[in-house]
């Protein structure tokens, strides 16, 4: 029987004025083909994800988010190259990587111990942040090897992060049920 609870993540939203104007670069590259292009009010750097859980684990989780924010100052993201996940002939995902940010990645750590401690199970493999655009490639030929992706560089002030509910069947899909702002 399938576990028909919410599902949730903890992640790091995307301003609405820099997912645009990416959301558009992409969309406009005739070498991106990809079949399902994700709304950019759901664009996020995804820092865990919980699956499936109940109130009740999620209200014993948010005190330990809140004390992280507060420990915690803002910073900035700079976004570096655009790729894929899977095989480079027939790609999975699409996404945007943001270059290597010593505090998003002490934020990522603190926040799995507070969700190990919280019961739930984390993901084994190493972290990769990354902001997904699309999935599911239709391309006739596999990934290009040098995409000119006219965005430039982008980058943002990471002021919150957020605990996200799924809605598989809405667009957007992701709610933000709480916000913990970094201070």
């Avoid at 995307?14 to 959301?23: K, V």
């Avoid at 990645?105 to 603190?110: G, R, S």
């Avoid at 596999?142 to 002030?157: C, L, R, T």
Wanted: net charge negative; glycine share 6%; charged share 25%.
């Amino acid at each position: 029987m399938p576990d028909i609870r919410p599902h949730y993540f903890i992640g790091v939203p995307i301003p609405e004025g820099i997912a645009n104007p990416i959301d558009q670069a992409a969309k406009n590259e005739p070498v991106l083909t990809f079949q399902k292009w994700v709304h950019p009010l759901d664009y996020h750097i995804t820092l865990i994800f919980l699956g499936a859980a109940d109130k009740t684990q999620i209200q014993q989780l948010e005190g330990s988010l809140a004390a992280i924010a507060s420990e915690t100052d803002p910073f900035p993201i700079e976004f570096g190259k655009i790729d894929v996940f899977g095989d480079r002939r027939r790609p999975r995902v699409l996404h945007l990587e943001p270059k290597k940010n010593k505090t998003l990645e002490m934020l990522q750590e603190h926040t799995k111990q507070a969700v190990l401690q919280a019961g739930f199970q984390v993901e084994k493999r190493p972290y990769h942040p990354h902001m997904t655009l699309a999935r599911k490639w239709t391309g006739e030929e596999g990934f290009p090897a040098h995409v000119p992706f006219e965005i430039g560089e982008v980058s943002m002030m990471a002021e919150r992060f957020s605990l996200f509910q799924v809605h598989l069947n809405q667009s957007p899909k992701y709610e933000e049920l709480f916000k913990f702002h970094l201070t």
